[in-house]
């Protein structure tokens, strides 16, 4: 029998606040372990939470940047369960009135545009975090993380592949990161999901049993874990067997999916209202303020590089695929405007360096060597006609190692680009003199000897001779 996956993710986005939801506790991450607390954050009795304004701003945007409902009269709830990173014994969440819902999100899948409804996005804080093996028998807690703010962003069953769930995070994380409203690390956990899965017989309309992967923190590890757990599922009720509704965990060393608990109802977290925070009113004017405000989003920025800078669709969606790569780009075409041309370097040099160095997920473009405005010069010493695209490539991998100038390399090194005819002249008379095989080859109508020559005459000259300069000179000298 052939089984149809059915998914939804719930993304845990990290504000970018400077302080958390509740107190005014920085959210710095890497700071020594317990150091930004307080009675507030950890929950001490007799405390009161107090709701950071810029959280529910932050909410706003993502709202309405999703096209969601907003909740005008929204509310907080405790959300009630223990674990030794949440000393309190509940979260403060948000339950039957979440603060944004029924939105959706287009993403591109196979050439095509495929529709994801938002159930939901609402406010949370996190919880702390337990250290384990690394003090023998001991597990240490640090609850920095206890109350930075998060918006959950949880999807309808839409997704039908984990391609599909990988684009749709990739859009999302675009999303949030052009609204400035969270940085999509994944590596820090700022940016992570838990994936709904289950199976059905291709073309029934119930739902399979629903089985929950947690915590998944990087592309691979999403587009691998749901793969796995698909064919999981399909194999055990292809063999007669019973799945049960549970909650696993992705084990990178193995590549497998492992039982972590059974999976709890929202009746076993017993939500209540937070007696401490007021419900919350969100007027006409803020929501209008908000809306104002918004940021050209990814969608609208790929259309403006498609139709401003007449880029194909392809690069134009690898470009906008993250803010910092979109801003490093239109930095570069600022510098020198042959944006067709800087935009083959960043999705063909730029992103097989990052490819190359595994540093696509965790990479950002101010840890990156080459400034955006070197780039650009790079492209300018091109169509100058200072240096070939061959020996810019050589200069590319200079500017990564050693951070200079492009031009100062082409300086130091001698690399610029030969164009006087007279000396590339006596080079291709030297080739043709020592190929006198290949020439009589070619003079015999074998056109593929042509780029033979062409080659060992640009050897000859170190790569630095004008490719057009040797290709009109050695045609003449051939005829």
Same mark, same amino acid.
């Given at each position: 029998?052939?089984?149809?996956?059915?998914?939804?993710?719930?993304?845990?986005?990290?504000?970018?606040?400077?302080?958390?939801?509740? *107190?005014?506790?920085?959210?710095?991450?890497?700071?020594?372990?317990?150091?930004?607390?307080?009675?507030? *954050?950890?929950?001490?009795?007799?405390?009161?939470?107090?709701?950071?304004?810029?959280?529910?701003?932050?909410?706003?945007?993502?709202?309405?940047?999703?096209? *969601?409902?907003?909740?005008?009269?929204?509310?907080?709830?405790?959300?009630?369960?223990?674990? &030794?990173?949440?000393?309190?014994?509940?979260?403060?969440?948000?339950?039957?009135?979440?603060?944004?819902?029924?939105?959706?999100?287009?993403?591109?899948?196979? !050439?095509?545009?495929?529709?994801?409804?938002? %159930?939901?996005?609402?406010?949370?804080?996190?919880?702390?975090?337990?250290?384990?093996?690394?003090?023998?028998?001991?597990?240490?807690?640090?609850?920095?993380? #206890?109350?930075?703010?998060?918006?959950?962003?949880?999807? +309808?069953?839409?997704?039908?592949?984990?391609?599909?769930?990988?684009?749709?995070?990739?859009?999302?994380?675009?999303?949030?990161?052009?609204?400035?409203?969270?940085?999509?690390?994944?590596?820090?956990?700022?940016?992570?999901?838990?994936?709904?899965?289950?199976?059905?017989?291709?073309?029934?309309?119930?739902?399979?049993?629903?089985? +929950?992967?947690?915590?998944?923190?990087?592309?691979?590890?999403?587009?691998?874990?749901?793969?796995?757990?698909?064919?999981?599922?399909?194999?055990?009720?292809?063999?007669?067997?019973?799945?049960?509704?549970? %909650?696993?965990?992705?084990?990178?060393?193995?590549?497998?999916?492992?039982?972590?608990?059974?999976?709890?109802?929202?009746? @076993?977290?017993?939500?209540?209202?937070?007696?401490?925070?007021? &419900?919350?009113?969100?007027?006409?004017?803020?929501?209008?303020?908000?809306?104002? !405000?918004?940021?050209?989003?990814?969608?609208?920025?790929?259309?403006?590089?498609?139709? !401003?800078?007449?880029?194909?669709?392809?690069?134009?969606?690898?470009?906008?695929?993250?803010?910092?790569?979109?801003?490093?780009?239109?930095?570069?075409? %600022? #510098?020198?405007?042959?944006?067709?041309?800087?935009?083959?370097?960043?999705?063909? @040099?730029?992103?097989?360096?990052?490819?190359?160095?595994?540093?696509? +997920?965790?990479?950002?473009?101010?840890?990156?060597?080459?400034?955006?405005?070197?780039?650009?010069?790079?492209?300018?010493?091109?169509?100058?006609?200072?240096?070939?695209?061959?020996?810019?490539?050589?200069?590319?991998?200079?500017?990564?190692?050693?951070?200079?100038?492009?031009?100062?390399?082409?300086?130091?090194?001698?690399?610029?680009?030969?164009? @006087?005819?007279?000396?590339?002249?006596?080079?291709?008379?030297?080739?043709?003199?020592?190929?006198?095989?290949?020439?009589?080859?070619?003079?015999?109508?074998? @056109?593929?000897?042509?780029?033979?020559?062409?080659?060992?005459?640009?050897?000859?000259?170190?790569?630095?001779?004008?490719?057009?300069?040797?290709?009109?000179?050695?045609?003449?000298?051939?005829?």
């Amino acid at each position: 029998m052939n089984y149809e996956p059915v998914i939804g993710l719930e993304v845990h986005a990290q504000l970018l606040t400077d302080s958390k939801i509740f *107190c005014g506790c920085s959210t710095r991450f890497g700071a020594e372990p317990n150091a930004n607390t307080c009675p507030v *954050c950890i929950g001490l009795p007799g405390v009161l939470p107090v709701l950071n304004r810029k959280v529910v701003e932050f909410a706003l945007r993502a709202g309405l940047a999703t096209h *969601c409902e907003i909740t005008r009269a929204s509310r907080l709830a405790r959300k009630n369960y223990f674990y &030794p990173d949440l000393p309190k014994g509940y979260q403060i969440s948000q339950y039957e009135l979440p603060i944004c819902e029924h939105g959706y999100i287009d993403i591109e899948v196979s !050439g095509a545009t495929k529709r994801v409804r938002l %159930t939901r996005i609402h406010m949370e804080e996190d919880a702390g975090k337990n250290i384990h093996d690394q003090h023998g028998d001991s597990s240490l807690v640090d609850l920095n993380r #206890a109350g930075v703010p998060l918006l959950e962003i949880v999807s +309808e069953p839409d997704l039908r592949s984990a391609d599909e769930a990988v684009s749709y995070l990739k859009t999302l994380r675009a999303i949030v990161q052009f609204l400035g409203v969270c940085d999509g690390n994944m590596e820090e956990g700022s940016f992570r999901c838990d994936a709904n899965v289950s199976v059905r017989p291709a073309g029934s309309d119930r739902l399979g049993t629903k089985i +929950e992967i947690k915590n998944l923190n990087s592309f691979k590890a999403i587009e691998k874990a749901i793969a796995f757990e698909i064919e999981r599922q399909s194999d055990v009720l292809s063999g007669g067997g019973q799945l049960v509704q549970e %909650t696993r965990l992705w084990d990178e060393h193995r590549e497998e999916t492992r039982s972590m608990r059974s999976k709890e109802s929202a009746h @076993d977290y017993r939500y209540f209202p937070d007696p401490d925070l007021l &419900p919350l009113v969100i007027n006409a004017d803020w929501i209008a303020e908000v809306r104002a !405000g918004l940021p050209e989003l990814p969608a609208a920025r790929k259309a403006r590089f498609m139709q !401003g800078y007449q880029l194909p669709a392809y690069e134009a969606e690898l470009l906008t695929s993250r803010k910092d790569i979109a801003d490093y780009f239109e930095e570069a075409v %600022t #510098a020198h405007a042959n944006a067709k041309a800087v935009a083959n370097w960043i999705v063909g @040099d730029l992103f097989r360096v990052l490819k190359e160095q595994k540093l696509d +997920e965790e990479f950002y473009i101010d840890r990156w060597p080459v400034a955006a405005e070197r780039l650009g010069e790079l492209v300018r010493l091109i169509d100058q006609g200072k240096i070939s695209g061959k020996i810019a490539k050589t200069v590319f991998a200079e500017m990564l190692s050693s951070g200079k100038s492009p031009q100062q390399i082409v300086s130091d090194k001698g690399l610029e680009q030969v164009s @006087d005819r007279s000396s590339i002249e006596i080079e291709i008379d030297r080739v043709l003199a020592a190929n006198g095989k290949q020439v009589e080859q070619y003079k015999s109508g074998n @056109d593929k000897i042509f780029g033979y020559l062409v080659g060992q005459v640009m050897k000859a000259t170190g790569g630095k001779a004008n490719p057009q300069t040797v290709n009109n000179l050695l045609r003449a000298k051939l005829q």
